[in-house]
């Protein structure tokens, strides 16, 4: 149709969707903005899927086992692309520029050392418990992020949590009604899962890996691009997902919450360094968050992004020079309404002996607490709807203190 | 066990369109008795006929598009008249050349229709939910409302794919769509082809396709849409009362396609004597007009006046007959003819079995369709009970319908709504009762495992997981469609996925549900 010689930049009005039940009856928030001094607090979920390398992003260069674990990706203070050091202990991937200057300027902090409560390594299980809210997986078919919604207090009528992308994500499924909308130009198939089909092909159906393969170059050619597009592609693609959602956040009765997935950090081989696929992914991730500053404007102030995965890599590089599935990982705030200028973390150390059975970060930090600690932060929520309908059975996880301005 | 599974692999994706998700146990009872669950579909030859809601007869859906032709004339009249002189008259909008975009760009446009608000959905919208600092998209003109025509196709389409979806094994199906791509007609002849051609399918091949070859000729060949679709609707005979008054004359059309395509096959031993001749012999076979002289408008009549008189010599044989009866009684003969019998028997080797046919089991459909004078339930059994049919591999590309249709299977997703079947279709190159010639889509993996063809998959496989695979988890859909039969690799790779998204984008691509 006509849409698809549209600027891909544009925000859709199309491309806005109802999601989950009438949005007309829902209502809250603004009461409780009024109580807390005229405050209209927001709150942004931003999940990385494939599980993010924590020790990649917020490197522990201070830690002496850090760069021989890491080995040939561990970042550096110096060098050609040094680490922007945070304190003097660690150090923050050069690719994140605009959350370096967050930082600086207190509305970022990073909580290292933390995971959910899942402690094995499957991607959908890992999700399932990242979102659900729920101690262990299962097919729970609401999130926290929605029980959280259902319970805030009734104010002034405002839409609905704000799904975006082609589904809700499990974190914002649930009772509490959610709108959804999504760029018009949607990624199309990633390289990552071309690739990983691709492989599937060679030791499977070679003739079907052939066919693909010439597949993908044709369709490079036919777009111009070359290889080093590919992930450039998916850099534009955050910073459209983030302005086009920070938009609809900045409407005076926009939604206040909103969740959204980025994907493609499943680092498995060829991880890079300061340079590299994780970089460029870093990268997107660095525009999105400077994205959502710029557009949200004068709402930046009672922001809070709260950045999660579902868990992270193993300490030491693998034989691909990539990390494989692993545990602990970081948190990333950012966001006007965030005590920042912060790395939190009990770190556990990086000696074989300290390591989560002996190959991945220990997490000393529970996920919940933190997120807890923003949304009491945040909404004011009591700590037993946090601890029984929020995340279930999670009175051990206290709500961490003075996340949030 | 394993062996089990793998004849439940061949009984549900060789023979059917793959296994349902959900609760359907398909897996299971395939597996069980393979063969008696293939055969089960062949009992009830009336399962076979689509009845649904709406669905109109040929004639009354010839009216309809005779009406609307009539309305937009008229139309068109009251807006000339209405006009300024010198005004040219609004030309029709004519849709982007799908050609010209880059194959980003066509993709984006499927991805754009398939996250498409519902009409409803952007009516109840809010002003204030609109991104106000985006500059409002251009002025696109009001969207129209369906004409009869599309309307008609979307139907008949969607009660095809609802069909497709929810038969337990599929194998009936499978037989309408190869002999419906036998016999194709294609919905870009015009208005009237459009809008026959699902009726073309429900009246003139599901009758048949549990019954006699010979009924399904004589049906296909006097569908006004195949009459319609091959001209012989403006053959006339050279010296037939029609033909004397015109001063026009044969097409050959449909003579050399029902010999070259239909049954004979190209070498089947006609000469171009013959195609003229048979030609002759049907000239006066069409369709009544919209005023109706000759019949209710739309249906198929026999006109005298354009048949050519006395005997005709075909295939060495003289018909002598006079009228109608004269080309019923070649048509019995043709269909019945060794050459048929060989054409039809490999075609259908080749679709269901491999692109090289094994020779043996050729040779034996070919005894059965002239032993049982081309019973087509016969030979569908013949082919289920063959060794060669369930120890061949399953190296035959799923065509994109197939795929499409396996898919929707698995995710256990009835359409409601057949536009995201039509738009893939579309792009994947086989546009729903719209081939490019009379020959119909082509039937080997050359054709369906192109390297376009493969990235367009991949795109339309990582939308559906974008889209749907929140929802599901992707290795119980493994479980349904493969079971232990999956590949280790296949298996592996859709477990390592990094999200739920990505392992059913790679699950739908995968040689378990791309070959058949």
């Given amino acids: 149709m006509i849409d698809c010689v549209e600027n891909r930049l544009l925000t859709s009005r199309r491309g806005l969707l109802l999601g989950g039940a009438s949005f007309a009856a829902w209502a809250y928030l603004p009461k409780f903005a009024h109580a807390a001094g005229g405050r209209d607090p927001r709150l942004i979920v931003v999940i990385l899927r494939g599980a993010l390398d924590g020790l990649a992003t917020v490197a522990p260069i201070g830690d002496p086992d850090y760069a021989g674990l890491h080995g040939s990706i561990a970042l550096t203070a110096d060098g050609a692309h040094p680490a922007i050091m945070l304190d003097s202990f660690f150090a923050l991937h050069p690719a994140m520029p605009e959350f370096a200057r967050m930082y600086r300027d207190g509305h970022a902090a990073a909580i290292h050392a933390v995971a959910t409560p899942y402690r094995d390594r499957s991607h959908f299980d890992g999700q399932d418990v990242l979102e659900s809210g729920y101690a262990g997986p299962g097919r729970v078919q609401s999130g926290w992020l929605n029980r959280a919604l259902e319970a805030l207090p009734r104010g002034e009528r405002v839409s609905s949590g704000l799904a975006v992308g082609p589904t809700t994500p499990l974190v914002l499924r649930g009772n509490a009604p959610t709108v959804g909308w999504a760029p018009l130009a949607l990624?199309?198939?990633?390289?990552?899962?071309?690739?990983?089909?691709?492989?599937?092909?060679?030791?499977?159906?070679?003739?079907?890996?052939?066919?693909?393969?010439?597949?993908?170059?044709?369709?490079?050619?036919?777009?111009?691009?070359?290889?080093?597009?590919?992930?450039?592609?998916?850099?534009?693609?955050?910073?459209?997902?983030?302005?086009?959602?920070?938009?609809?956040?900045?409407?005076?009765?926009?939604?206040?919450?909103?969740?959204?997935?980025?994907?493609?950090?499943?680092?498995?081989?060829?991880?890079?360094?300061?340079?590299?696929?994780?970089?460029?992914l870093l990268g997107g991730l660095d525009g999105a968050l400077a994205e959502f500053e710029s557009a949200l404007g004068d709402r930046w102030r009672d922001t809070v992004i709260v950045v999660a995965t579902e868990f992270g890599r193993t300490a030491r590089i693998n034989g691909t020079d990539g990390t494989d599935h692993g545990t602990g990982t970081i948190v990333l705030l950012a966001g006007g309404a965030v005590k920042g200028g912060r790395v939190i973390s009990d770190w556990p150390g990086l000696k074989l002996a300290n390591l989560h059975e002996g190959r991945d970060l220990k997490p000393t930090t529970d996920l919940r607490s933190v997120i807890k600690g923003v949304l009491q932060g945040q909404f004011g929520l009591s700590d037993l709807v946090l601890a029984e309908t929020v995340f279930p059975d999670s009175a051990g996880a206290r709500p961490m203190k003075g996340l949030v301005v | 066990m394993a062996r089990d599974s793998q004849a439940a692999l061949v009984a549900l994706n060789r023979f059917g369109f793959g296994a349902r998700g959900g609760a359907s146990g398909d897996l299971v009872n395939a597996a069980s008795d393979p063969r008696g669950f293939v055969k089960a579909e062949l009992a009830h030859a009336s399962g076979v006929l689509l009845e649904a809601p709406g669905l109109q007869s040929t004639s009354q859906l010839g009216q309809a598009v005779f009406a609307y032709q009539d309305q937009v004339k008229q139309a068109r009249e009251a807006a000339k008249a209405a006009a300024p002189a010198g005004t040219p008259a609004p030309t029709e909008q004519k849709s982007v050349l799908r050609r010209n975009l880059s194959l980003n760009a066509t993709a984006t446009e499927i991805a754009g229709q398939m996250t498409e608000a519902k009409p409803a959905d952007s009516a109840a919208r809010p002003a204030a939910m609109q991104p106000t600092a985006a500059a409002p998209p251009a002025a696109k003109p009001a969207l129209q409302p369906l004409n009869v025509i599309r309307k008609t196709f979307r139907a008949e389409a969607l009660a095809r794919l609802q069909r497709a979806t929810l038969v337990a094994c599929g194998f009936t199906e499978r037989l309408v769509v190869f002999w419906s791509n036998h016999f194709c007609i294609s919905a870009t002849k015009g208005e009237l082809a459009r809008i026959w051609a699902g009726a073309f399918e429900r009246k003139a091949i599901r009758p048949h396709v549990l019954g006699r070859f010979a009924d399904m000729l004589r049906a296909v060949e006097q569908h006004p849409a195949m009459l319609f679709f091959l001209d012989n609707q403006q053959s006339l005979g050279p010296d037939s009362r029609a033909g004397q008054n015109r001063k026009r004359g044969l097409n050959e059309n449909l003579a050399r396609e029902i010999m070259e395509l239909h049954t004979l096959g190209v070498g089947g031993g006609y000469t171009q004597g013959d195609v003229t001749s048979l030609a002759r012999i049907i000239t006066g076979w069409t369709f009544a007009g919209r005023k109706g002289q000759l019949g209710p408008p739309g249906s198929f009549?026999?006109?005298?006046?354009?048949?050519?008189?006395?005997?005709?010599?075909?295939?060495?044989?003289?018909?002598?007959?006079?009228?109608?009866?004269?080309?019923?009684?070649?048509?019995?003969?043709?269909?019945?003819?060794?050459?048929?019998?060989?054409?039809?028997?490999?075609?259908?080797?080749?679709?269901?079995v491999a692109d090289d046919p094994p020779p043996a089991l050729v040779a034996r459909l070919r005894d059965v369709f002239v032993r049982t004078d081309g019973d087509l339930k016969a030979l569908a059994t013949a082919l289920v009970d063959s060794d060669e049919a369930w120890r061949t591999p399953l190296t035959k590309m799923r065509s994109p319908y197939e795929f499409l249709v396996a898919s929707g299977r698995l995710l256990a997703h009835v359409p409601e709504d057949p536009s995201r079947y039509l738009n893939g279709l579309k792009l994947l190159g086989q546009p729903l009762w719209s081939p490019a010639g009379p020959n119909g889509f082509p039937d080997t993996n050359a054709a369906w495992a192109a390297p376009e063809g493969m990235k367009l998959r991949l795109d339309i496989a990582a939308q559906i997981g974008a889209r749907l695979g929140n929802n599901i988890d992707p290795l119980d859909l493994l479980e349904f469609a493969a079971a232990d039969a999956a590949s280790i690799e296949t298996r592996r790779t859709v477990e390592r996925a990094e999200s739920r998204q990505q392992a059913l984008a790679l699950l739908l691509m995968s040689p378990e549900m791309q070959r058949r």
């Fill in chain 1, 187 to 280: 990624p199309q198939a990633d390289g990552d899962t071309a690739m990983r089909l691709v492989d599937l092909y060679r030791h499977r159906d070679p003739a079907l890996a052939t066919a693909l393969s010439q597949g993908l170059q044709l369709d490079k050619a036919a777009s111009g691009d070359d290889m080093k597009r590919k992930p450039g592609n998916a850099v534009a693609q955050m910073r459209q997902v983030a302005r086009g959602a920070a938009r609809l956040m900045a409407a005076d009765d926009g939604p206040r919450i909103a969740a959204l997935a980025f994907d493609g950090w499943d680092t498995h081989a060829n991880e890079g360094g300061p340079v590299g696929r994780l970089a460029f």
């Fill in chain 2, 301 to 352: 009549v026999f006109n005298s006046n354009a048949h050519q008189p006395g005997p005709q010599v075909l295939l060495g044989k003289t018909y002598e007959a006079a009228g109608l009866a004269q080309g019923e009684a070649a048509l019995a003969d043709i269909a019945r003819h060794p050459s048929t019998a060989k054409f039809v028997a490999t075609k259908f080797v080749r679709h269901f």
